[in-house]
């Protein structure tokens, strides 16, 4: 029985609470998770969620996934493609987008100043 995103009219956005950081990334990097039916497990549905780094947060490791991402930088500098210790990579800055496929590597990434991030990740379920 597929699982279906809540109907949500315009309303406030806390931005003090309900962050948390998501399994796998450093304490640093947080989400809030906007609306969300995606599953992992059945391969269907999509979720919309902020991501925000704080100034200095990194990841160590380049990221794949089996669903599609639409990531757009909302503000702040995003660095893309830095080592485990955080040095080198290719900075971005607000506004930025990028659309991934499933199954393309991406990352780490990096942000000196902080940033935040709209990101909409979704299954092809016509593919399914």
């Known amino acids: 029985m597929p699982m279906n995103k809540p109907h949500l009219e315009f309303h406030p956005v806390d931005m003090n ?16 998770i906007l609306a969300s039916d995606l599953d992992e497990t059945r391969k ?3 979720r ?39 040095k080198g990579g290719k900075p971005f800055y607000a506004p930025t987008y990028a659309c991934r496929p499933p199954g393309v590597y991406h990352g780490p990434f990096k942000s000196e100043t902080g940033c935040m991030l709209f990101e909409m990740h979704y299954y092809d379920e016509s593919k399914a």
Request: charged share 20%.
């Open 17 to 32: 609470e309900g962050w948390h950081t998501p399994a796998g990334y450093p304490a640093g990097i947080k989400q809030k």
């Open 48 to 86: 919309s969620r902020l991501l925000k780094f704080e100034p200095g947060a990194y990841t160590t490791a380049p990221f794949v996934h089996d669903h599609w991402e639409e990531v757009y930088l909302m503000s702040g500098d995003l660095i893309v493609g830095n080592d485990a210790q955080g």
């Open 44 to 46: 269907m549905g999509s």
